[in-house]
């Protein structure tokens, strides 16, 4: 979808001034609810991809764990990929360069330091199918409540750097579900067009926490943010929250899929974003945290 008459949520002075839509480009987040088999798991997600291609979106990002959510946590251990070689990396170059898109992969098990253990990496391919990107998630979640125990530093590796990639589109800052949390990593990103955070939240945590925070992502660092998710009952047992949705820099939700597999699409408007950054600069006024 794309905002073309005012939400009620959006002055009207900013939409005004915004002007032209002639700027606007298309974006997508691919929903799912994975299981355990890899090339199941990748026929699917292609052929969401497909439906997100056919509306013209210029990037599509897909979920967490898009090609694998295993029977249980050492199952993604078992199909780590090097970085470079491996067929989920090799699909997800040929889908990119198949639909000319720049396609942000959630994130894949890579091989890590630690034997036993893998890297949650988020990887981006141009649409020459060129891998232009890699981002390791920093933040393991863990978490125990009532019967939900996960503990993911038990088989996940941490990353230490953060990333923005350059892109046709603009700069995109890249992260994994649970850094959600942490602001700080989104204000050590600096000034970023566009937020992916490709995500797996518990139905629980989901419920209490997750359109909040993605808002707040997008109005604190007046972006806009991709969020696409797992969304449903998975062959382990597990819910995932679902919900994946994208919203502009006022925090207006431009669309959102609450729960299954499906695809989320929705206008990006830079002009509209330098409007809101112009009459509210924010950015400007930071001053906590920044080097002198």
Known sequence: MIITKNSGQIPDALLKAAGSTQTFFRVAAIQMASGPNVKANLDEAGRLIDMAASTGARIIALPEYFAIMGMKDTDKVAVREQPGDGP?????????AKHRIWLIGGSIPMESNVPN?????????????????????????????????????????????????????GRIGLSICYDLRFPELYRAMGDVDIIVIPSAFTSTT?????????????????????????G?????GRETHGDSMIVDPWGVVLDHLPRGSGVVVAGVNPHYQQTI???????AHRTLGLKT
């Open 232 to 236: 449903g009952f998975h062959v382990n």
């Open 88 to 96: 989920i990396q090799k699909w997800m170059s040929e889908m990119a």
């Open 206 to 230: 989901g419920k209490a926490h997750w359109e909040t925070l993605i808002r707040a992502r997008a109005i604190e660092s007046l972006a806009y943010v991709i969020a696409p998710a797992q």
């Open 277 to 283: 950054r112009k009459s509210l600069p924010a950015l």
């Open 117 to 169: 253990k893998v890297r949650n990496t988020c990887l981006v391919y141009d649409k020459a199918g060129k891998q232009v990107a890699r981002y390791d998630k920093i933040h393991l979640f863990n978490l125990a409540l009532g019967t939900e125990n996960f503990s993911e530093e038990r088989t996940i590796e941490a990353g230490d750097k953060v990333v923005v990639v350059d892109s046709p589109y």
